[in-house]
């Protein structure tokens, strides 16, 4: 999995943490929150080193996501989304899954570039009330 942010945004907002070294940052929450919170797009990106069936990586998402979230909307999103996300058999080695969270904190883009694919395709976008 890697993890990247507009770098321009998070120099901007995260700019109190610019003279922070890599350690002490690791065990702030503090930057962590402010990460997740900064209006700036955010972008995990999964690579498949195996082969994944739909179910096993469907209960993952939901059991680290759900938990998380307040109110029946937010969950009938969540589940929307983890449901489009994934596809139907699942992924195969070498595939890539992407979740864009958008700058505006309520648009969530899933892509996906299965074997074959020359560039990424996006199978679901899911608006949310935001924080």
Do not use: W
């Not at 990460?35 to 700036?40: D, R």
């Amino acid at each position: 999995m890697a993890f990247y942010v507009d770098k321009d945004g998070a120099r901007r907002t995260l700019s109190s943490y610019r003279d922070r070294s890599h350690d002490d940052l690791v065990g702030d929450s503090e930057f962590y929150t402010a990460l997740v919170k900064a209006p700036i797009q955010k972008v995990f990106r999964f690579t498949f080193c195996r082969a994944l069936g739909k179910d096993k990586i469907q209960h993952a998402f939901e059991s680290a996501l759900l938990t998380r979230l307040r109110g029946d909307d937010a969950n009938a999103a969540a589940k929307q989304l983890i449901d489009k996300f994934v596809p139907g058999p699942g992924f195969n080695t070498d595939e890539v899954a992407c979740l864009v969270f958008h700058a505006d904190g309520k648009t969530i883009e899933a892509l996906h570039q299965l074997g074959g694919q020359p560039e990424p395709v996006k199978v679901a976008r899911v608006e949310s009330g935001g924080e």
